[in-house]
């Protein structure tokens, strides 16, 4: 977390350091010299990491950014599904909006180098969602505009439900590393019966 503040802190300490320094002295040669390398040694001290950790933080930082917009599109999905009066449509999204954080959460505690590319194939999968909704949407409110309305809209139906379970068959994918050890601890966690030796 030290390291979020090197930036700033160094920057504001150029600024003062160049201004003390050139109160002082008057010399505009000396002030940007100290300035710069006060700006220089406080970063350093602040931001102590090593370059395999600044470049496993830029990962997570991107990961989470891309979470983060998939999210932000889901939460889209979810408000036009309000407006879906297909029950088995609308629960189809809702479902998908139940999966989709659930699937990140998982991959965030099991696999985390895993993350951005899980939420940049989502992401894509999600927008094109969204424009189905969207679409479907248009052709609920005004089915006189469209040839055969009945089945773009069951079109629509069936997409919702195969993007649902495409989710949920992602948690469960993610969930399979999960079933081998607790397999492996159910197995474990009563010995095998030993033999009566009163006998």
Do not use: C
Not at 56 to 76: C, G, I, M, P, Q
Not at 94 to 99: K, Q
Not at 182 to 188: F, K, P
């Amino acid at each position: 977390m030290r390291h979020r503040l090197a930036a700033p802190v160094a920057l504001a300490a150029a600024v003062a350091a160049f201004a003390l320094v050139f109160a002082l002295t008057g010399s505009l040669l000396w002030a940007p010299l100290l300035a710069a390398a006060t700006a220089l040694g406080l970063y350093l001290m602040l931001d102590d990491r090593t370059a395999a950790r600044v470049d496993r933080d830029t990962y997570a930082d991107d990961a989470h950014d891309r979470v983060e917009e998939a999210l932000r599109v889901l939460r889209s999905v979810e408000r036009l599904a309000k407006d879906v009066h297909h029950p088995a449509a609308r629960q189809a999204l809702v479902d998908a909006g139940r999966y989709v954080p659930e699937l990140f959460d998982r991959v965030r505690e099991r696999s985390p180098d895993s993350l951005y590319s899980t939420a940049a194939q989502m992401g894509g999968h999600l927008r094109s969602l969204e424009g189905a909704v969207r679409q479907y949407l248009d052709i609920q409110r005004q089915p006189m505009l469209y040839h055969d309305p009945e089945a773009l809209r069951r079109n629509g139906e069936l997409a919702f439900r195969r993007f649902a379970d495409f989710a949920l068959d992602s948690v469960r994918l993610v969930n399979q590393g999960d079933i081998a050890q607790y397999t492996a601890n159910l197995d474990t966690v009563a010995p095998p019966s030993l033999p009566d030796l009163g006998r």
